[in-house]
């Protein structure tokens, strides 16, 4: 009985350690846990969702992908059509502006 208890005691502990290993963001967003929100048509989505989700995962960003326009006022990161290639424009005032630079960097390849 003394044997399992103290597993679990070193099992809790390894965990309340792993959820502490995360680096908080840094000011102003930059950085692991940061938010970055993209607005994009949803004509496109389908098309774009894998790029900006691997960007995202790498650096341990939450990504957040609205489609209604009301979203064009409040996100990062805007994506649009140009004939036939998709553009990224950072919002000015965005929040995670530095993380949806590197974002529309990706559309560019």
Same mark, same amino acid.
């Given at each position: 009985m003394l044997c399992l208890s103290a597993g679990l005691f070193a099992l809790a502990c390894r965990r309340s350690e792993r959820a502490g290993a995360s680096a908080p963001p840094a000011e102003g967003g930059a950085?692991?846990?940061a938010?970055? +929100?993209?607005?994009?048509? +949803?004509?496109m989505a389908e098309r774009l969702m894998g790029r900006l989700q691997a960007v995202a995962a790498q650096h341990q960003w939450v990504l957040s992908v609205r489609t209604d326009s009301a979203a064009l006022a409040e996100v990062d990161l805007i994506i649009d059509d140009s004939a036939g290639a998709p553009v990224g424009r950072v919002r000015p005032g965005a929040r995670s502006a530095a993380e949806a630079h590197q974002m529309a960097e990706v559309l560019r390849r």
């Open positions: 950085g692991a846990g938010v970055v +929100s993209v607005y994009m048509p +949803s004509r």
